[in-house]
């Protein structure tokens, strides 16, 4: 029996030699076999030169094969000692890996040992760094309160003394407010300004024509009060319709003794400045006293003995005038009033006045003065009045003590040295009653003050320091009745 022709290894020759097969069918063998290389039973049914038929028949007869079988025996030897060595690797693949893995188990297990002890190692450090910084912090809390309780203290000490002071702060706080306010006026406006008032030449200057033909100048010699001389000064030469320069000369040659001293004094620009001289003059021979003095003046004004009524009502008016530049004529109107009043040497007439609540001066002289006639007419000519007097000691003395000194009185009382010292006694129980009065008005004085100026900024504020009810006896003395 012939050998069968491996159809993967047959040449060209052979392959022809096949039963069947030919040139052409053997050029499509090699063809399909450079194609898919080694071929097998599908390949060949795909050679379309040859019916599929023909290759299972030639296969089935053993005329074709697609190895040789000694090849395929060495082929399987090979491929069971390929499995084998395989098999070897791949234990010893699968050995490696297991040691490997318990190696790195091992490294994990250490790594984890390590991470734990510096977790456990960073707390505690970290705990001893929160201790030391808690204890630091309780320190500075600590320190903190003993601070917060010494301020507290010297706040409540403050606030104590702030207490003690407000009742005389309280009483204060309205006149000097007041007085602030008429210091800032007074600092805006000069002198000259406060005097010249409505009487202002550029207002009534004409340029067409000249004024009529001035009067007879009066002179000043500085020995008066520089402001009426200075509105009459003025009224001509406004009437005159006089330029500054020609007010210049005229007040110069007007100038006399002292007055003209003082200007011959004075830097250039001032002697050639009709305004500047003004000023200056005013400064000198004006007002005698600030402002915030005349109102001291004004608060302890007085009639004298022998002043009458009209000279003490125009007394109270200039200073009423001079202490409170600037502001309304009511308001200085009422100021004098309440002076006038309070410094009146009748107080009985004084208060029936003022209980009247006069608007303006003059009606407040009419009221003193019908008030005066009043008591004339009905009690007459006022005596000498004999008061009964008691006295407490500061060291408060038995009822006998004050039954002998009453007695004593009585004794001395028949006597004309007994009556002089009545008289002293009148006289003390009359000043603590002019004291009253001097109290009630400044009370009232200084409500009219904050109602007419200090309303717009406190409206809701009440002085209750200045309660006109409220009276303070003498403490070292008694009753007094008659």
């Not at 898919?36 to 795909?46: A, H, I, P, V």
């Not at 984890?112 to 204890?135: G, N």
């Not at 500075?140 to 702060?169: A, C, V, W």
Request: aromatic fraction near 6%; proline fraction near 4%; hydrophobic fraction near 30%.
């Amino acid at each position: 029996m012939a050998k069968p022709i491996n159809i993967n290894k047959a040449n060209f020759t052979q392959l022809k030699a096949i039963k069947k097969i030919g040139e052409t069918r053997a050029l499509a063998i090699i063809a399909k076999r450079e194609e898919d290389g080694l071929l097998n039973l599908d390949n060949l049914k795909e050679i379309p030169e040859a019916p599929q038929s023909l290759w299972t028949a030639l296969l089935n007869e053993k005329i074709i094969c697609f190895e040789d079988p000694e090849e395929s025996d060495e082929g399987q030897e090979v491929l069971k000692n390929t499995i084998e060595s395989l098999r070897h690797k791949i234990l010893s693949v699968e050995k490696s890996r297991d040691d490997m893995a318990e190696t790195f188990q091992t490294k994990i297990e250490k790594i984890s040992e390590q991470s734990k002890a510096h977790i456990e190692e960073q707390r505690l450090m970290f705990e001893q760094q929160r201790d030391i910084y808690t204890k630091q912090k309780q320190e500075q809390i600590e320190q903190m309160k003993e601070m917060i309780k010494s301020q507290n203290e010297e706040i409540k000490d403050i606030h104590e003394y702030s207490k003690k002071i407000q009742t005389q702060l309280q009483q204060k706080e309205t006149l000097l407010k007041v007085e602030k306010v008429i210091a800032e006026k007074e600092e805006k406006s000069s002198p000259v300004q406060l005097l010249k008032g409505k009487y202002n030449a550029n207002d009534h200057k004409h340029s067409d024509y000249g004024g009529p033909t001035a009067p007879k100048m009066s002179t000043y010699d500085g020995r008066n009060d520089w402001r009426p001389y200075y509105l009459q000064f003025s009224t001509i030469a406004d009437r005159c319709k006089w330029q500054s320069e020609q007010r210049l000369y005229k007040l110069i040659e007007c100038l006399r003794d002292k007055a003209l001293k003082f200007y011959s004094s004075r830097p250039k620009f001032v002697q050639t400045n009709y305004e500047s001289l003004c000023k200056k003059m005013e400064e000198r021979f004006g007002r005698k006293e600030p402002p915030h003095i005349v109102r001291r003046l004004l608060q302890d004004l007085k009639q004298e003995q022998e002043e009458s009524l009209e000279e003490f009502a125009e007394r109270a008016q200039e200073l009423a005038t001079d202490g409170y530049p600037d502001t309304p004529d009511n308001f200085v109107q009422t100021l004098a009033t309440d002076a006038f009043l309070k410094g009146c040497v009748d107080k009985r007439a004084a208060l029936t006045a003022m209980d009247k609540n006069p608007d303006a001066l003059d009606q407040a002289v009419q009221y003193v003065r019908s008030a005066v006639a009043n008591q004339k007419v009905i009690m007459g000519t006022r005596r000498a009045e004999i008061k009964r007097v008691s006295f407490m000691e500061q060291n408060d003395e038995n009822e006998d003590t004050q039954e002998t000194s009453v007695q004593n009185v009585r004794a001395i009382m028949k006597s004309e040295e007994g009556a002089n010292k009545i008289n002293v006694f009148e006289k003390r129980l009359q000043k603590t009653e002019d004291d009253l009065l001097e109290t009630k008005i400044m009370v009232k004085k200084v409500l009219s003050i904050v109602s007419q100026n200090m309303r717009s900024r406190s409206p809701q504020r009440t002085d209750r320091a200045f309660s006109p009810q409220r009276r303070y006896n003498s403490p070292a003395r008694g009753n007094c009745y008659n």
